[in-house]
């Protein structure tokens, strides 16, 4: 009796269901990131991510910003059915930031691009990446790190690069927790009438430091949100272990921007699932 040999038709797509896998299973480091979230229910979000800390020649996040990965990938496996886990050290020249469809990009000095660096950085955006980027707390805004990271922007992007405000509406304050009042104030610096500096934002004998804003700024390309600047210093509250539970409004927004990175329309997320289906 002849015995007939099957071979499945070549075909890009996976049926997961007929191959009984998940998402978890293709966690093998070609991809660093697979999510799919459930239309009817958002917080119904599975997969896998890495969260990575962005490094340069001259760019290096500040030494009290450099758990920050780590503390937002366990918010990330706190709140979501997600794995998170943390790329340490990834350098805007190595090829598998493509891969990467968050960056966390934070600086307090001035400091340049290689040309090797901005050439990734501009393929990257321009390819469906999306980047966060942090003063890592509100003593460096308006210095030195601020004025790098918004000209790096700049030159990645040119006549692209204008800030806006990001308005209330955007799926980045919807895709997972709402925040329907906005942004959560980040390490938010406050003064004595004394011009003594405390930590402390819920003594109302304490002034709101000057210049803090409500919103958000980002950097739109065709109609997409693609980079996010934030002069609040949420790494440092990210970073910080345990604060009594008041770092949980940061912790919970960065939820929000690795979700929305993750699940937004054109994303490099998005792309990768195009050769799946079925996604369970």
Not at 5 to 12: F, G, L, N, Q
Not at 138 to 163: I, K
């Amino acid at each position: 009796m002849e015995t007939q040999e099957i071979v499945r038709a070549p075909d890009h797509r996976i049926s997961m269901k007929e191959e009984m896998t998940t998402l978890a299973d293709y966690d093998y480091g070609r991809w660093r990131a697979m999510a799919a979230q459930n239309p009817a229910d958002r917080e119904k979000v599975r997969g896998f991510v890495s969260i990575p800390a962005v490094w340069g020649v001259q760019l290096a996040p500040p030494v009290p910003v450099r758990r920050a990965s780590i503390m937002l990938a366990e918010a990330v496996n706190r709140y979501t059915d997600m794995a998170a886990r943390v790329d340490t050290h990834l350098t805007l020249d190595a090829r598998r930031l493509f891969s990467t469809p968050f960056l966390y990009i934070t600086a307090d000095r001035a400091f340049e691009l290689t040309p090797t660096e901005r050439n990734r950085l501009v393929e990257y955006l321009r390819s469906s990446g999306f980047a966060f980027l942090d003063t890592g707390a509100p003593e460096y805004e308006h210095g030195p790190g601020e004025a790098s990271l918004r000209q790096m922007l700049r030159d990645a992007l040119g006549c692209h690069s204008r800030f806006e405000p990001i308005p209330l509406s955007h799926p980045i304050y919807h895709c997972f927790f709402d925040f329907t009042d906005g942004p959560p104030q980040g390490q938010t610096v406050w003064y004595q009438y004394l011009n003594s500096v405390v930590n402390c934002s819920d003594n109302p004998a304490y002034m709101r430091r000057p210049g803090s804003v409500f919103y958000l700024e980002g950097v739109f390309l065709d109609g997409g949100l693609v980079a996010v600047y934030s002069g609040k210093g949420y790494g440092v509250r990210w970073a910080q272990m345990v604060y009594f539970g008041k770092n949980d409004p940061q912790l919970k927004f960065g939820v929000n921007l690795v979700v929305y990175a993750l699940t937004r329309e054109g994303g490099i997320t998005e792309r990768v699932m195009e050769r799946f289906s079925d996604v369970q």
